[in-house]
T-cell receptor, first 112, second 111 residues
């Protein structure tokens, strides 16, 4: 099992550009998450999806959109990138009993 | 007010020392509690869940105090390999799908 995979690993954007971060899990988990991590701020939830076909806002959803394409895949889109979105983005999925989240390796995004 | 608060540290301890971290949470309805470990520039990984009765896994002991709304992690006989950031995680009340992470406590174990 690959676990949780994310692409790309690194990305540099200019202000106003758009991009989609991809995430996939092969553990048959229902719940998937997108977090951002900034220095001194810990991980903050952007959006989550409790099951295929549903998505909900987290703490910091502004400026982002998500798509739960199927049970395996959960993508995060930045429509018009801003420097404040410079961060490390982690995708995660949760076991059925909600007892453990598995994280992808992260995407390091810089917006100039 | 943050949902989960931790002392950022760093805690600098010698090998073999015992070190304890605390974490406080604001939602009294929270049901699930965890400690995650994060190495530098890596993804977080589950260290242990925290149960009401307390639980132990080798050198690691976790305790939950619901009345005071805090969680603790005790590491005995610290190893160099324990150097990392420890994240306290709490779910949102009765929503088992949503989690709040503390900003982490950094531990440096020195030879």
């Amino acid at each position: 099992n690959a676990g949780v995979t994310q692409t790309p690993k690194f990305q540099v954007l200019k202000t106003g550009q758009s991009m989609t971060l991809q995430c996939a899990q092969d553990m048959n988990h229902n719940s998937m998450y997108w977090y951002r991590q900034d220095p001194g701020m810990g991980l903050r939830l952007i959006y989550y999806s409790a099951s295929e076909g549903t998505t909900d806002k987290g703490e910091v959803p502004n400026g982002y959109n998500v798509s739960r394409l199927n049970k395996r895949e959960f993508s995060l889109r930045l429509e018009s990138a801003a420097p404040s979105q410079t961060s490390v983005y982690f995708c995660a999925s949760n076991t059925m009993d909600y007892n453990e989240q598995f994280f992808g390796p992260g995407t390091r995004l810089t917006v100039l | 007010r943050k949902e989960v608060e931790q002392d950022p540290g760093p805690f600098n301890v010698p090998e073999g020392a015992t070190v304890a971290f605390n974490c406080t949470y604001s939602n009294s309805a929270s049901q699930s509690f965890f400690w995650y470990r994060q190495d530098c520039r890596k993804e977080p990984k589950l260290l242990m869940s925290v149960y009401s009765s307390g639980n132990e896994d080798g050198r690691f002991t976790a305790q939950l105090n619901r009345a005071s709304q805090y969680i603790s992690l005790l590491i005995r006989d610290s190893k160099l390999s324990d150097s990392a950031t420890y994240l306290c995680v709490v779910n949102e009340g009765y929503n088992f799908n949503k989690f709040y992470f503390g900003s982490g406590t950094k531990l440096n174990v020195k030879p």
